[in-house]
T-cell receptor, first 112, second 115 residues
Framework: DAGITQSPRHKVTETGTPVTLRCHQT?????MYWYRQDPGHGLRLIHY???????DKGEVSDGYSVSRSKTEDFLLTLESATSSQTSVYFC???????????FGPGTRLTVT | GENVEQHPSTLSVQEGDSAVIKCTYS??????FPWYKQELGKRPQLIID?????GEKKDQRIAVTLNKTAKHFSLHITETQPEDSAVYFC??????????????FGQGTILTVHP
């Protein structure tokens, strides 16, 4: 599975609290992505990174921020969690520009 | 931005039959089209991909075809087996002439293969 992990795997939090999800890869891949998966919507891109400190927004970035201070780590932060952010979050890494994306195991986040 | 439409949303077949899933994309600059399989509770995993300079690619029981003119691509699974039951996602990759890019996914197809 390309050495990509996510933590935590499950989290329940209350509305209004900050949450940080971590994605860690050991493959030295340049590109990393955060998606959310909801029934009927497939995988939707939240943010992505094309290098250390280089990030850009995806199609559903409102309410989320990211940081990448090291090649191996890509953090997703929900500044103030809302119930609409209840979802399964997947990160992915990609070695070069046009290539396979390798997905992490996912984090199930529930905002009550 | 890119938009990927995937059909059907659900597909039920008998073991041994063929299954076909179709996708259309909107941006002619997209140049890489992967297909992912996601089993229940698992992560998506690549099963086959095709680049825009190729019209067809085959790997054992699965094949993908690409029609750049019509901007559509399809996944074909022959001799289906119960273990093929999963959600399948198509995607289109677009770098827009930069050194970075992103995948846009279709909505997914739930394939059920009945023994």
């Amino acid at each position: 599975d390309a050495g990509i992990t996510q933590s935590p795997r499950h989290k329940v939090t209350e509305t209004g609290t900050p949450v940080t999800l971590r994605c860690h890869q050991t493959e030295n891949h340049r590109y990393m992505y955060w998606y959310r998966q909801d029934p009927g919507h497939g995988l939707r891109l939240i943010h992505y990174s094309y290098g250390v400190k280089d990030t850009d927004k995806g199609e559903v970035s409102d309410g989320y921020s990211v940081s990448r201070s090291k090649t191996e780590d890509f953090l997703l932060t929900l500044e103030s969690a809302t119930s609409s952010q209840t979802s399964v979050y997947f990160c992915a890494s990609q070695p070069w520009l046009v290539s396979e994306q390798y997905f992490g195991p996912g984090t199930r986040l529930t905002v009550t | 931005g890119e938009n990927v439409e995937q059909h059907p949303s659900t597909l039920s077949v008998q073991e041994g039959d063929s299954a076909v899933i179709k996708c259309t994309y909107s941006d002619s600059a997209s140049n890489y089209f992967p297909w992912y399989k996601q089993e229940l509770g698992k992560r998506p995993q690549l099963i086959i991909d095709i680049r825009s300079n190729v019209g067809e690619k085959k790997d054992q029981r699965i094949a993908v075809t690409l029609n750049k003119t019509a901007k559509h691509f399809s996944l074909h699974i022959t001799e289906t087996q119960p273990e093929d039951s999963a959600v399948y996602f198509c995607a289109a990759f677009n770098a827009g002439g930069t050194s970075y890019g992103k995948l846009t996914f279709g909505q997914g197809t739930i394939l059920t293969v009945h023994p």
